[in-house]
């Protein structure tokens, strides 16, 4: 079993829909979560930080469920300059990479 | 957030041959990191490079393939050795960042060297 495991994708999704992505880790132990944007043939950035509270960053909302090694993220409202790969990342010991998930945004 | 120069971006290198490939901080960084991604594939680690110290393997990588260099605080290097085509993928470095306005710590990135091995 990966130790990060998220939705293959593609998501092939219209401007303006919601899109949420799933993720679950393997290591109960994980101590801080993580979205990463990787645009094709771009390094990985980083998107946002994810708190057991949820939290929110614009049209953005990043959930975490310790109990059911879970993540999500939540887009709103999808731009076109949305579509990119999105990375679930894990950090334990030291940093577990999804393989990422792929979303475009449509016309 | 630290910046990080990593280059060559990308290199088609004949097989047998090696690549170094390097990764300059403008800040003072304990640990640098080294990760691999195939197409289609997630990061993978190579190794953690410490200043002052070897380097630090992850299972199935070895020193003799995948040599690395930490001279100082914000350098480093990574030579891929007698190249063949698997070897072809995107290498990147990566730094612990703090994570702005937060208290936690992510990886800042270097933007990848593209290897092509013929």
């Known amino acids: 079993r990966k130790e990060v495991e998220q939705d293959p994708g593609p998501f092939n999704v219209p401007e303006g829909a919601t899109v949420a992505f799933n993720c679950t880790y393997s290591?109960?132990?994980?101590?801080?979560f993580f979205w990463y944007r990787q645009d094709c043939r771009k390094e990985p950035k980083l998107l946002m930080s994810?708190?057991?509270s949820g939290n929110e960053d614009g049209r953005f909302t990043a959930q975490l469920n310790r109990a059911s090694q879970y993540i999500s993220l939540l887009i709103r409202d999808s731009k076109l300059s949305d579509s990119a790969t999105y990375l679930c990342?894990?950090?334990?010991?030291?940093?577990?990479f999804g393989a990422g998930t792929r979303l475009t945004v449509k016309p | 957030s630290a910046v990080i120069s990593q280059k060559p971006s990308r290199d088609i290198c004949q097989r047998g041959t090696s690549l170094t490939i390097q990764c300059q901080v403008d800040s003072q960084v304990t640990m640098m990191f080294w990760y691999r991604q195939q197409p289609g594939q997630s990061l993978t680690l190579i190794a953690t490079a410490n200043q002052g110290s070897e380097a630090t393997y992850e299972s199935g990588f070895v020193i003799d393939k995948f040599p690395i260099s930490r001279p100082n605080l914000t350098f480093s290097t990574l030579t891929v050795s007698n190249m063949s085509p698997e070897d072809s993928s995107i290498y990147l470095c990566?730094?612990?960042?703090?994570?702005?306005?937060?208290?936690?710590?992510?990886?800042?990135f270097g933007s990848g060297t593209r290897l092509t091995v013929v």
């Open positions: 990342v894990v950090r334990g010991l030291d940093m577990r």
């Open positions: 994810v708190y057991s």
């Open positions: 290591n109960s132990a994980s101590q801080s």
């Open positions: 990566s730094v612990e960042d703090r994570v702005q306005g937060a208290t936690n710590y992510g990886y800042t």
